[in-house]
């Protein structure tokens, strides 16, 4: 959601990083917290925590995860995301030629269905919801690379045919997740965290500015 289809200037990792730095009381380096966008944020804040060397308990995680998430919310409140220009059309006209429409996303469900809230977007298979389906990252047993969000998402939506998914993501763990889904398209969007060039270097089969 975050980067791809919803804009919100990159706020979610901007709360993590703080959120993160402020409870092992050290920043955290730009390249770690690199390595941990495009998943679970839950996952995210126990890798940081483990990459400075940090407790990454399930106790010590889920403390820092409820904060993080009253902060994000906070967040949100204050400067409220707006999708990216052109996606709710795209979406609308995907579904109207039968293509079923899924957002999957790092996000647990209840930050993700107070962000839906905010942008009026509706989930379901009624020909006027905004899409047909979410999968937040509190639903598979592992986040980004992992296919496991893709594989609920054609579940969701009741494809069985992986060649004719396309997964599209502005994270190098977007892209993997994609490809380890054995998706038939694995589309890089340079609208979030990494430039297409940074895109470049990650397994896909299509990359758009």
Known sequence: MAGTT??????????LESTVADAAGEPVP???????????KWEAIQGLLR????????????KIFDGFGERLVTAYRETPPQPFPGVP???????????????????SAEIAAAILDGLGWTVGPASDATVDAVVTSDLVAASRPAPYLVFHCMEATGVQD?????????????????TNAGAGFVVGVATGSFTHDQ???????????
Do not use: C, I
Request: hydrophobic content about 40%; glycine content about 14%.
């Open 30 to 40: 730009h390249d770690l917290l690199l390595q941990w966008k495009g998943t679970s």
């Open 199 to 209: 895109l470049a270097g990650e397994p896909h089969t299509h990359l758009l500015p």
């Open 51 to 62: 990459g400075l060397g940090q407790d990454p308990s399930t106790a010590q995680v889920d």
């Open 6 to 15: 919803v804009d919100e200037g990159g706020l979610v990792y901007d709360v």
């Open 89 to 107: 059309e795209m979406f609308e006209a995907l579904r109207s030629r039968g293509v079923k429409v899924a957002l999957q996303t790092g996000y």
């Open 162 to 178: 992986v060649r004719r998914v396309l997964v599209a993501g502005d994270t190098p763990n977007d892209l993997g997740a994609g």
